[in-house]
Nanobody, 118 residues
Framework: VQLQASGGGLVQAGGSLRLSCAASGRTLSTYNMIWFRQALRKEREWVGEITRRSGSTYYADSVKGRFTISRDDAKNTVYLQMNSLKPEDTAVYYC????????????WGQGTQVTVSS
């Protein structure tokens, strides 16, 4: 399975971006999908997750109310809608997936850079 994250770029504070994570080689519908981010010289941070089937979502406190994760299993794609962006959201954003009942991330995308200017 290959996960391809895209949609990153440069945006001013207060702006919005929508990231996509498209999969090839296998359907994502059986996986919980997770977004992480990693800022320069910082540890990787869990951003949020969307479960399979019910599509329940969970978010880090730092993004709650601003970011929304959704999925379109027909397109084999997961999205991260980011609104009210702040400079501290600047990071490389990664998507990954986990089979329910396991504790390992099965596959990772290559990441997409998001830069928020003040």
């Amino acid at each position: 399975v290959q996960l391809q994250a895209s949609g990153g770029g440069l945006v001013q504070a207060g702006g919005s971006l929508r990231l996509s994570c498209a999969a090839s080689g296998r359907t994502l519908s059986t996986y919980n999908m997770i977004w992480f981010r990693q800022a320069l010289r910082k540890e990787r941070e869990w951003v949020g997750e969307i479960t399979r089937r019910s599509g329940s979502t969970y978010y880090a406190d730092s993004v709650k109310g601003r970011f929304t994760i959704s999925r379109d299993d027909a397109k084999n794609t997961v999205y991260l809608q980011m609104n009210s962006l702040k400079p501290e959201d600047t990071a490389v954003y990664y998507c990954t997936c986990m089979m329910p009942g396991t504790t390992e991330y099965a596959y990772w995308g290559q990441g997409t850079q998001v830069t928020v200017s003040s």
